[in-house]
């Protein structure tokens, strides 16, 4: 079980002892990186020529490729990335023509493998940008990059890991930490009879995050969390979780499907949702179980980006599997999309100063309309893309309805409420 949450921290649980050591993970970075054999002194990596007058621009991204998030978020994002590569082809920054060149690393979603897939990219691929999912490897790869000038961009971080001494720091896909809070602010209004709320996530880093702004938006709304609960990622035996939130009557149940299947068996009767969805547990448990349930992070459904869902099609079509299985892989998509815009916009795919600035002050074409940068009432920098943040439910089999979208603008506001309060 979770510490239990202290209101006089505005965080919530804020990582507690893993806080402190990621701090210290990230100097232990450094120090393998003095270790590293330095095979090349370039700063960001070198342009190679692809086809005549295209140049390949090298992005190192390093994913969890095993065990279970290789399957919800390393493998299926790997298609994404490349089917979005393959979508842009060639792009033209300050009168030259570009193209990417991905090249894929497991991170294994640790320290040690953020470590050691950055270190590769570096000295062995001579990237020149960098994308490290989930936050500790992003953490971990952090001041490397930043040794070495490299733009990295990372995933499931909180606001408070990009500050003003890391410049090169950004996170582009949608974010816990920024989406779950329009959710709460949501369910105050169309929802006062929810009270208590039950939870229950990963003991990892993407469980600290879920948890954070589970935590923090339950806070500022005036709810009660009554079963905040953890688990090894490799469980596969919920019934104890499942047992242990139904003691506590919660009004609120954030739990994956196949833990409110057992909920629902037991005789719960209250709302369900989840910060990420895979259809695929849908079919398990039963489509029609699961109408009612409740979907609060950007995906492409219900009919809300037709761009996106049109990718949604050609994926499927491509490596016979669903976009929507898994969410990490239409965030990774929109990272591309991103990233290219900025790029066309400093006019520069080397002045990574110029790219920083433009990332800081422009807004960006994207597969969810235009993204721009901010979180610097909660940071001092900002640096987090800002999404809009849309609440679904599930209303059959595999069909959704959107029942409503907070705008960037109102997503940060609120994000800003929540995690400033006293």
Not at 275 to 299: F, K, N, T
């Amino acid at each position: 079980m979770l510490p239990e949450l202290k209101h006089s921290e505005p965080y919530g649980r804020k990582f507690y002892k893993r806080y402190e050591m990621k701090k210290w993970l990230s100097v232990a970075a450094l120090v393998l990186l003095c270790l590293a054999p330095v095979i090349s002194a370039a700063c960001g990596g070198e342009e190679e020529e692809g086809e005549e007058g295209v140049t390949e621009l090298k992005w190192g991204v390093g994913l969890p490729m095993v065990g279970y998030y290789g399957a919800i978020v390393g493998v299926p994002a790997k298609y994404a990335w490349s089917l979005a590569v393959d979508d842009i082809g060639e792009f033209t920054v300050g009168g030259e023509q570009y193209r990417w060149k991905l090249i894929f690393e497991d991170n294994l979603a640790t320290v040690a493998g953020g470590v050691s897939s950055t270190n590769k990219f570096i000295y062995e691929h001579h990237v020149d940008f960098m994308h490290q999912a989930t936050a500790s490897p992003g953490l971990a790869a952090e001041p490397i990059c930043k040794e070495k000038g490299i733009i990295l961009d990372t995933s499931a971080a909180d606001p408070e890991n990009f500050t003003l001494d890391t410049p090169q720091f950004f996170q582009i896909a949608a974010n816990w930490a920024i989406n779950i809070p329009p959710f709460f602010d949501w369910l105050s209004k169309e929802h006062p009879e929810v009270k208590r709320v039950a939870y229950c996530a990963p003991d990892d880093n993407t469980g600290d995050a879920i948890a954070d702004a589970v935590d923090a938006s339950a806070l500022y709304y005036g709810l009660e969390i009554v079963a905040p609960e953890s688990y090894p990622v490799e469980t596969v035996e919920f019934y104890p979780i499942a047992t242990k939130i139904m003691t506590k009557d919660p009004d609120l149940a954030l739990v994956d499907p196949s833990v409110a299947e057992i909920m629902w068996d037991m005789g719960y009767e209250g709302l369900s949702a989840t910060p990420y969805w895979i259809p695929s547990v849908g079919e398990q448990v039963g489509w029609d179980r699961c109408q009612g349930y409740l979907i609060m992070m950007p995906i492409p459904i219900g009919g809300l980006w037709p761009e996106a869902e049109a990718l949604v099609v050609e994926y499927e079509d491509r490596y016979g599997v669903e976009l929507t299985a898994a969410p990490s892989a239409f965030w990774g998509m929109n990272i591309i999309y991103v990233l290219t815009d900025a790029l066309r916009q400093a006019g520069t795919v080397d002045d990574m100063d110029k790219i920083i600035e433009t990332m800081e002050t422009k807004a960006f074409d994207s597969l969810v309309g235009p993204i721009s940068f901010g979180g610097e009432a909660l940071n001092g920098v900002g640096h987090l893309a800002i999404w809009p943040s849309p609440i679904y439910e599930v209303v059959g089999e595999d069909e959704y309805r959107v029942i409503t979208v907070y705008t960037p603008e109102e997503t940060e506001a609120i994000m800003n409420k929540v995690y400033r309060a006293d």
